[in-house]
């Protein structure tokens, strides 16, 4: 079985679940504590791991990557069964280098029917998140999901294959199957979605496909205060209010800037939105946008989002650029000091200009850039048009480099009636805080349709999600900026994403109580991993201390 060294860490490269069911007997008869990674997109997680190579307990961890089980295979016309290292779309990062285009399984559900000429075949999924580059177990184990309330990724889920390592049993595969009697209290319910890897190893899983779908969208770029969508904060009654909006667009993502220096207007509001067409839609509607920009159709009929400017039809240059703008904001003023050792007095007259200019001056010229407000001379006449395949349009930030522009955030998901109340609260907040150097960055909005898995997030409600961003080569701790939003939007009784930050205390109250409280499977969830799971072979020292599991 071959093997690669990833941050110092050894991964182990099983290609079967033979592989699998070997490493983890392994684990099991050497006191071994089984780690599995996905694209390495969780923060601070993956992290964590790869350099404690060692936990609490005084276990070493094995490290697995799935890398070589990317198997796709049509169980029937709509039913696919795929190995959980395949990854939704191409990982750019993935250390293997064995993830492309082709062997993705969004590729291959849209081009089922495509190769034999009857296109009447292509499949597709029925939502996906924001990006593709992560592999279906890692996407099924964290619980992420798309924007939208109507349509799920976790609706299309018939059954999850798992490596366990049950009691007296040694490793062995264990199928968790969607019960047709409707039984909420079924164990795929624990394992299907949001186990964390804290079953066993998730090899495998099914899916129900839908036909092939496109989307039509625009994007608009407004001032918060003037959005003209969406009833934000209370000035436009004739609009939607946040939670009907989010109700009733099919896939939708916004993205605000709230800062305010209280001498301009600089809030900002950007919305991306679309629905479902087919590809003949699709292509007049990449007509009518070509038509208003005064330029001719794409030769694929299509006209995809721009989430950056595409310098030499291409999104790198502008990700180099912003990123080398964010790190020269996040590292103020080291990387000024380091500049000027010997000249003191111009460190600190350059800094004092800096930062007394940045909020009225240096800040809003950067919005205008990076956050250009729509006009009638735009290149696109306003809004953005575009038109996609599905699996190309939904994840819109895949142009978004997490090398050049990385971003981490903890992210709040939000039963979806609040959501009025929860953008009040964070306006507020936000209006009474200055516009720093180290922390002038976005907040991202999300949907999410409710589901029945015990863990998930989106448990039995529709969520709104707050995604607070923090840039990856910033100064500090991300936790310690995070904190004040995990206080302030506790009230309304939050539950953070698995993949992404989670709080150890929210308003003086230990992480593992506040979240206990928000599931209320949370004790069936855990008694269930403990029976599976009685030597602890999968519970390593960060989901031990984000969950209060005992050592045992």
């Not at 996407?139 to 309330?149: D, E, P, V, W, Y």
């Not at 209280?262 to 946008?289: C, E, F, N, P």
Request: net charge negative; charged share 15%.
């Amino acid at each position: 079985m071959d093997t690669i060294i990833v941050n110092g860490a050894t991964y182990w490269l099983p290609e079967s679940n033979a592989d699998v069911i070997t490493l983890i007997n392994d684990a099991s008869n050497n006191n071994e504590i089984v780690c599995v990674r996905g694209s390495g997109h969780s923060f601070p997680l993956i992290g964590d791991l790869e350099t404690e190579q060692k936990s609490s307990t005084g276990k070493t961890y094995k490290y697995i990557m799935l890398a070589k089980m990317y198997g796709v295979e049509m169980l029937d016309a709509d039913t696919v069964k795929v190995q959980a290292g395949c990854h939704l779309g191409p990982d750019p990062y993935d250390p293997t280098k064995i993830s492309t285009l082709q062997n993705s399984l969004c590729y291959y559900l849209d081009n089922l029917g495509t190769a034999t000429g009857n296109p009447s075949l292509n499949r597709s999924l029925p939502d996906l998140g924001g990006i593709t580059h992560q592999t279906v177990g890692g996407f099924l184990s964290t619980a992420s999901s798309g924007g939208s309330t109507q349509f799920s990724f976790e609706d299309a889920i018939v059954s999850v294959d798992v490596v366990t390592c049950q009691a007296g049993q040694g490793a062995a595969v264990t199928t968790f199957t969607k019960p047709a009697s409707g039984n909420l209290d079924d164990p795929f319910y624990a394992v299907g979605i949001a186990s964390m890897g804290l079953f066993g190893v998730i090899v495998s899983a099914t899916f129900k496909c839908i036909p092939q779908f496109y989307i039509q969208g625009s994007e608009t770029i407004e001032y918060a205060d003037k959005c003209s969508l969406i009833n934000l904060f209370g000035n436009s009654p004739e609009l939607p209010n946040m939670q009907t909006f989010l109700e009733q667009t099919q896939y939708t993502r916004l993205m605000w800037w709230p800062q305010q220096n209280h001498i301009q207007d600089l809030s900002r509001m950007v919305v991306w939105q679309a629905s479902r067409t087919d590809q003949a839609g699709a292509a007049a509607y990449a007509k009518h946008a070509y038509e208003l920009m005064g330029e001719p159709p794409s030769s694929d009929g299509l006209k995809p989002y721009e989430e950056v400017p595409y310098i030499l039809d291409n999104p790198v240059p502008a990700n180099a650029a912003a990123g080398l703008l964010y790190t020269a904001i996040g590292q103020w003023p080291t990387w000024l000091q380091k500049l000027l050792p010997d000249k003191p007095l111009e460190y600190e007259i350059i800094k004092i200009l800096v930062e007394t200019n940045y909020a009225t001056k240096i800040f809003p010229s950067i919005m205008d850039i990076f956050v250009t407000v729509d006009t009638p001379t735009n290149k696109n006449k306003g809004p953005q048009l575009f038109s996609d395949r599905w699996y190309t349009g939904l994840p819109m930030d895949n142009q978004m480099s997490d090398k050049l522009m990385p971003v981490w955030f903890t992210e709040l998901w939000i039963d979806i009636n609040q959501s009025e109340q929860v953008m009040d609260t964070l306006k507020a907040y936000y209006d009474a805080q200055p516009i720093t150097i180290d922390l002038s960055f976005s907040c991202e909005i999300y949907a999410a349709r409710r589901n029945d898995f015990w863990l998930s997030p989106s448990y039995q409600q529709d969520v709104i999600r707050i995604d607070v961003f923090w840039f990856g080569y910033n100064q500090g701790d991300p936790a310690t900026f995070y904190q004040s939003f995990w206080d302030l939007l506790a009230p309304f009784n939050y539950r953070p994403h698995w993949g992404k930050y989670i709080p150890d205390t929210v308003g003086g109250t230990s992480g593992v109580t506040y979240l206990a409280d928000k599931y209320p499977k949370w004790n069936d969830w855990m008694n269930l991993r403990n029976t599976m799971d009685p030597q602890q072979i999968f519970v390593n020292d960060y989901w031990r201390s984000k969950l209060g599991i005992p050592i045992g």
